[in-house]
């Protein structure tokens, strides 16, 4: 195992918080400068570190614990009557990896998916050098698994893959396909590809008690939080 004590970490200053309102957050992230490998990369994900673009940070809000780490016990999961249902309606998708997302088809769909569900957020207007840096391999971990209809793309899931475990980094896709559940449908095939790799768990990054667009993740049960850096198990 590698040894971390020697990567050093910063903060950023509080700001006001992404989730809750009247809140401030600040973030702890690893020194941009710092050699990262799968190995590290894996380790710090374990303390509960989520990756965007090339960055790898967590939550360090002094007042509020909100932010919880979840991951998926793959072993253990059975999907529920929905979630099959789910998985029926999109057994006609082919699901390929592919090396890069690097194009205008990629992109396109990327735009009008922030454009139709995030237009409120912090990642609109989008734009083809934030699309770059966010959706960027990293580490040798990264795979693109688009989602084809009869060689359409209607979807790509971003997925990490670690030592001993998948972290589902972003989905986006076509909002026209609405009754397909995408978002859904591609956390539930990350679980598949995690069993069939035989890795133990799927990241789904953070959960919020308080956040409506956050309460999805914990219906991939057994479920397990990171309280206190202790991995705490909800079936």
Request: glycine share 4%; hydrophobic share 30%; charged share 25%.
């Amino acid at each position: 195992m590698t040894d971390n004590s020697q990567i050093q970490l910063f903060a950023t200053h509080p700001h006001e918080c992404s989730y809750l309102a009247d809140k401030q957050a600040t973030t702890v992230f690893v020194d941009p400068e710092a050699t990262i490998d799968r190995n590290i990369y894996s380790q710090l994900s374990e303390s509960g570190f989520r990756r965007s673009g090339t960055h790898l940070y967590r939550p360090h809000c002094g007042s509020c614990q909100a932010c919880v780490s979840v991951r998926v016990v793959v072993n253990d999961f059975s999907p529920t009557r929905n979630q099959k249902r789910c998985l029926k309606r999109n057994r006609d998708l082919d699901i390929v990896v592919v090396e890069s997302i690097d194009t205008d088809e990629h992109y396109l769909l990327y735009e009008n998916y922030i454009q139709q569900r995030h237009s409120d957020g912090d990642m609109y207007p989008a734009n083809r050098e934030q699309y770059r840096g966010f959706l960027t391999r990293a580490w040798h971990s990264t795979r693109y698994l688009e989602m084809r209809l009869n060689d359409q793309l209607i979807g790509v899931a971003v997925s990490d893959q670690l030592d001993d475990a998948l972290s589902a980094i972003y989905t986006f896709f076509d909002c026209e396909q609405d009754k397909r559940s995408l978002g859904r449908f591609a956390v539930l095939h990350q679980i598949e590809r995690a069993q069939t790799l035989g890795v133990k768990h799927v990241y789904l990054g953070y959960w919020i008690k308080q956040c409506e667009k956050m309460s999805y993740k914990t219906q991939y049960r057994p479920i397990e939080m990171l309280i206190e850096q202790q991995w705490l198990r909800l079936d």
